[in-house]
T-cell receptor, first 113, second 116 residues
Framework: RKEVEQDPGPFNVPEGATVAFNCTYS??????FFWYRQDCRKEPKLLMS???SGNEDGRFTAQLNRASQYISLLIRDSKLSDSATYLC??????????????FGKGTKLSVKP | EAGVAQSPRYKIIEKRQSVAFWCNPI?????LYWYQQILGQGPKLLIQ????????DSQLPKDRFSAERLKGVDSTLKIQPAKLEDSAVYLC??????????????FGSGTQLSVL
């Protein structure tokens, strides 16, 4: 099982739609979780951290389910500018990659007019 | 605030040639990372420095890749000799501190390497 797995894309949605991405992680001792956004031919940028209690930032809501080892990102009222690849990121607590950010392959979102 | 600087932006070489990438992190950031991002995949960590010491290089192909961060500021990543499968974007990132579980990474624009 890969350390971080994401929904296969691409997701093609109309403007105003609500879209959700899921991500699963294999290391149950993982300590921190993030969503990064990467525009085409650009570098990744932090979108939001994911907390156990869930957190919201405008139209974006992130949730963590430690028991099932998955993270989700919900985008409401999607805009054309939301078109990008969304990368799920996990920091494992133990093992050779301790403290390092492990990236998923990313899920591509295309928002159409 | 100046971001993470990387150069060159693009590089095209033939297989078996050598290539070097340079990174200047954000001022004051102790931790520096080199990631390799192959098309269609997420970034994969190659090496992580804390100041001028290596924290993790477990995924660095040491027979051909090397990296250094002399004086704990700038860093260079070298590939010698390059293989076709090394074609990727090489991203440098920095963060303020290490190991707190909440560090935010700032990425440079990356160097796109094509090996022919």
């Amino acid at each position: 099982r890969k350390e971080v797995e994401q929904d296969p894309g691409p997701f093609n949605v109309p403007e105003g739609a609500t879209v959700a991405f899921n991500c699963t992680y294999s290391n149950s001792a993982s300590q921190s979780f993030f969503w990064y956004r990467q525009d085409c031919r650009k570098e990744p940028k932090l979108l939001m951290s994911v907390y156990s209690s869930g957190n919201e930032d405008g139209r974006f809501t992130a949730q963590l389910n430690r028991a099932s080892q998955y993270i989700s990102l919900l985008i409401r009222d999607s805009k054309l500018s939301d078109s990008a690849t969304y990368l799920c990121v996990v920091i494992p607590r133990f093992g050779g990659s301790q403290g390092n950010l492990i990236f998923g392959k990313g899920t591509k979102l295309s928002v159409k007019p | 605030e100046a971001g993470v600087a990387q150069s060159p932006r693009y590089k095209i070489i033939e297989k078996r040639q050598s290539v070097a990438f340079w990174c200047n992190p954000i001022s004051g950031h102790a931790t520096l990372y080199w990631y390799q991002q192959i098309l269609g995949q997420g970034p994969k960590l190659l090496i992580q420095f804390q100041n001028n010491g290596v924290v993790d290089d477990s995924q660095l192909p040491k027979d051909r890749f090397s990296a250094e961060r002399l004086k704990g500021v700038d860093s260079t990543l070298k590939i010698q000799p390059a293989k076709l499968e090394d074609s990727a974007v090489y991203l440098c990132a920095s963060s303020l501190r290490l190991g707190q579980g909440d560090e935010k990474l700032f990425f440079g624009s990356g160097t796109q390497l094509s090996v022919l």
